[in-house]
C-alpha cells in the first residue's frame, strides 16, 4: 500500500520581528564617513565602519566586527552626530557586517 502525504500550507508565523519591518518613523538620508563604535563590555573595544544613511532616530553603518550583538549599547560618533546608541540589528555580508543602530542619546555640543 502507498501512502501519499499531501503538502498542506502552514498559517503565517507570528513574529515581533516580521511586524512592520521597516518601523523607523523618520526618513533615512544617505550618508557617508566614518563612523566610531565604543564597547565597554565585556572590554574596551572601538570599532571603526562606515556610516550608510541617517534618520532622526537611528542609523545604519557597514563595519568588520562580526561579534556586534542586538540589543548591546555602543558609544557612537560620526560626522552628524555623536552619543549612546543601541544595536538594533545586524546582517552579515561576507566579510562585513551591516547593523542598524537606535539613537538613546546625543551627546550635547
Not at 566614518?34 to 545604519?60: M, Q, Y
Not at 558609544?75 to 537606535?102: C, K, M, P, T, Y
Request: net charge neutral.
Amino acid at each position: 500500500m502507498e501512502w501519499k502525504m499531501r503538502a498542506k500550507a502552514l498559517p503565517p508565523v507570528e513574529s515581533p520581528h516580521r511586524e512592520g519591518l521597516d518601523r523607523r518613523l523618520g526618513e533615512r538620508v544617505s550618508a557617508g564617513g566614518a563612523v566610531i563604535l565604543a564597547l565597554e563590555n565585556p572590554e574596551p573595544l572601538e570599532i571603526r565602519g562606515h556610516l550608510k544613511d541617517v534618520s532622526r532616530e537611528g542609523f545604519r553603518a557597514i563595519h568588520h566586527y562580526a561579534a556586534l550583538c542586538t540589543g548591546q549599547q555602543v558609544q557612537f560618533q560620526h560626522a552628524s552626530a555623536s552619543g549612546l546608541a543601541e544595536v538594533i540589528w545586524n546582517r552579515i555580508l561576507g566579510d562585513r557586517v551591516e547593523s542598524g543602530f537606535l539613537v538613546l542619546e546625543t551627546a550635547k555640543a
